[in-house]
Structures are given as structure tokens and as C-alpha cells.
């Protein structure tokens, strides 16, 4: 059975650092392309970071230069620091891998991030 699971999230003050980390099950990670999605109440989930089964990274421009996607294939897991943290940076996150290819799509239930002021 896959699965997802998210963890690090917490309350943290404005500037602050947090590390999400997503561990998988049930799949071999390092094939995957791994997404980090935040998502606030009756808004629409944002897309933050991305990165491809070889490694490039993308960002939104909202977090670029603040967060950094990585993984540790041995620990089929993959993190997201965060850095210089703002209130406007608060919200569930998830993460979700894909295999676009073949139609793949797996998520985890999320985190919450609270940054306050």
C-alpha cells in the first residue's frame, strides 16, 4: 500500500526556519516527480516547489530563495526547508508524487505551518 506522510509542521514567528519532511511507502520515490502543495482554508492550493526524478527544482516566485526542495533517495524522503518564514506563509502543506507518464498520482494527508507575527 502507498503512502504519504508529511511531518516538521508547527507554529513558528516571522523569520523563522521549519524543515517538512515527506517519507513514502509502498513506492520507489526516486522515480517520482515530488511536489510540495500549501493550501488555506477557501483558497486554491498553490503549487510551491517541485522537483523531477533527476534532481532540478522548481519554485514558486513567492518562496524562490527562501525554501529548498531535496531528497535522500536511501530515506525515500523528501524535505522542504524553509526559511525566513512570513504569515503569509501559512497553510497546509502537502506533498504528492507523479508519475505523469503512466497516470500516477499519490498524496499525503498534510502539515499545518503556522507563522505568526
Known amino acids: 500500500q502507498v503512502q504519504l506522510v508529511e511531518s516538521g509542521g508547527g507554529l513558528v514567528q516571522a523569520g523563522g526556519s521549519l524543515r517538512l519532511s515527506c517519507a513514502a511507502s509502498?513506492?520507489?520515490?526516486?522515480?517520482?516527480?515530488v511536489d510540495w502543495y500549501r493550501q488555506t482554508t477557501g483558497k486554491q492550493r498553490e503549487l510551491v516547489a517541485s522537483?523531477?526524478?533527476?534532481?532540478?527544482?522548481t519554485y514558486a516566485d513567492s518562496v524562490k530563495g527562501r525554501f529548498t526542495i531535496s531528497r535522500d533517495n536511501a530515506k525515500n524522503t523528501v524535505y522542504l526547508q524553509m526559511n525566513s518564514l512570513k504569515p503569509e506563509d501559512t497553510a497546509v502543506y502537502y506533498c504528492?508524487?507523479?508519475?505523469?507518464?503512466?497516470?500516477?498520482?499519490?498524496w499525503g494527508k498534510g502539515t499545518l505551518v503556522t507563522v505568526s507575527s
Open positions: 509502498g513506492i520507489m520515490f526516486s522515480i517520482f516527480i
Open positions: 504528492a508524487a507523479k508519475r505523469p507518464a503512466i497516470g500516477m498520482d499519490y
Open positions: 522537483i523531477a526524478a533527476g534532481g532540478p527544482t
